[in-house]
């Protein structure tokens, strides 16, 4: 066991090794099989990341307006040296930590947070790391009371105009509003088994067709996996996964995803404040954009 780099809560688990997993290879997997990987409950996630990728990591807490949220974690450290802001959604890998995580969905007072710590960081010139890994923004009563919809809408505003680069990795499950409010990125990428989706399989079957058994169904029209993603052009790049998943080899998967890390970060660190907010309004621009020609 491995305690939480900087949690106050009890430790999530490493454990490296263990849980079925499919045997097919990632060019054969269906769209429920990622999905199904992307929830594995042994799936490594952010804090898994931080303490394999990360040096000197010191968390930050707090919206400085309601509270802390602990479903989303923020920090600065080292990467190969270079100053860094880290966010991430964190889900939990025991009971205890689930509750206290929320089940990785964050509050109001977390999307705050987070934009609290990523304004920090442009006033220093420090780029931001964003995880995603989340099933959506919680949809409870009082997250509604202090204005989810609002926090989420600001950050995707705010994250725009943001002067230092921005790269957003989805780690595991990026669920609606609720991965977007952390992914306005110059670079987006995904590990290979991670989903991105406006809405759950479930949560879609259960609309179209009135049955939610009929996910698999909804997991391939929806098109949440990572190589989808790439051909509609939502995101830059897939980010490989040791054979069998994240969840057998942490270690493995760390070193791919800081491999990628370094690249885009020293790609995009010597662009002008100008150009990285340019650029990265151009990308999501011509997002959705099915018009060719002038």
Same mark, same amino acid.
């Given at each position: =066991?491995?305690?939480?780099? /900087?949690?106050?809560?009890?430790?999530?688990?490493?454990?490296?090794?263990?849980?079925?997993?499919?045997?097919?290879?990632?060019?054969? @997997?269906?769209?429920?099989?990622?999905?199904?990987?992307?929830?594995?409950?042994?799936?490594?996630?952010?804090?898994?990341?931080?303490?394999?990728?990360?040096?000197?990591?010191?968390?930050?807490?707090?919206? &400085?307006?309601? /509270?802390?949220?602990?479903? $989303?974690?923020?920090?600065?450290?080292?990467?190969?040296?270079?100053?860094?802001?880290?966010?991430?959604?964190?889900?939990?890998?025991?009971? @205890?930590?689930?509750?206290?995580?929320?089940?990785?969905?964050?509050?109001?007072?977390?999307?705050?947070?987070?934009?609290?710590?990523?304004? =920090?960081?442009?006033?220093? /010139?420090?780029?931001? $790391?964003?995880?995603?890994?989340?099933?959506?923004?919680?949809?409870?009563?009082?997250?509604?009371? &202090?204005?989810?919809?609002?926090?989420?809408?600001?950050?995707?505003?705010?994250?725009?105009?943001?002067?230092?680069?921005?790269?957003?990795?989805?780690?595991?499950?990026? /669920?609606?509003?609720?991965?977007?409010?952390?992914?306005?990125?110059?670079?987006?990428? =995904?590990?290979?088994?991670?989903?991105?989706?406006?809405?759950?399989?479930?949560?879609?079957?259960?609309?179209?067709?009135?049955?939610?058994?009929?996910?698999?169904?909804?997991?391939?029209?929806?098109?949440?996996?990572?190589?989808?993603?790439?051909?509609?052009?939502?995101?830059?790049?897939?980010?490989?996964?040791?054979?069998?998943?994240?969840?057998?080899?942490?270690?493995?998967?760390?070193?791919?995803?800081?491999?990628?890390?370094?690249?885009?970060?020293?790609?995009?660190?010597?662009?002008?404040?100008?150009?990285?907010?340019?650029?990265?309004?151009?990308?999501?621009? @011509?997002?959705?954009?099915?018009?060719?020609?002038?």
């Amino acid at each position: =066991m491995q305690p939480e780099a /900087g949690a106050t809560a009890p430790p999530d688990a490493k454990v490296p090794n263990g849980g079925a997993a499919s045997d097919a290879t990632p060019a054969e @997997k269906t769209p429920w099989q990622r999905v199904q990987n992307a929830r594995h409950p042994k799936r490594p996630h952010t804090l898994d990341y931080v303490q394999r990728i990360l040096t000197d990591f010191q968390e930050i807490h707090g919206d &400085r307006l309601f /509270g802390d949220d602990p479903a $989303i974690v923020c920090g600065t450290g080292r990467l190969d040296g270079r100053h860094v802001l880290l966010i991430g959604e964190q889900k939990g890998r025991d009971t @205890k930590q689930k509750l206290y995580r929320n089940f990785g969905m964050p509050r109001p007072e977390g999307y705050r947070k987070a934009l609290r710590v990523m304004q =920090m960081a442009a006033k220093f /010139g420090r780029p931001i $790391i964003t995880f995603l890994d989340t099933p959506g923004a919680y949809p409870g009563l009082d997250a509604e009371e &202090r204005g989810q919809a609002e926090a989420i809408a600001r950050n995707l505003r705010e994250m725009a105009r943001l002067p230092v680069p921005v790269v957003s990795v989805c780690i595991g499950e990026g /669920g609606s509003g609720g991965a977007l409010g952390l992914g306005v990125g110059n670079h987006v990428y =995904m590990l290979e088994n991670a989903v991105y989706s406006v809405i759950s399989p479930e949560s879609c079957a259960a609309i179209i067709w009135r049955d939610s058994a009929r996910a698999e169904d909804a997991a391939a029209a929806l098109r949440v996996t990572a190589e989808d993603l790439v051909r509609l052009g939502l995101v830059d790049g897939v980010i490989p996964e040791p054979p069998g998943g994240a969840h057998e080899d942490y270690d493995a998967a760390a070193a791919f995803l800081k491999t990628q890390l370094v690249k885009s970060l020293t790609e995009l660190t010597p662009l002008s404040p100008e150009e990285i907010v340019r650029k990265r309004y151009e990308k999501f621009r @011509k997002m959705g954009n099915f018009f060719q020609g002038a």
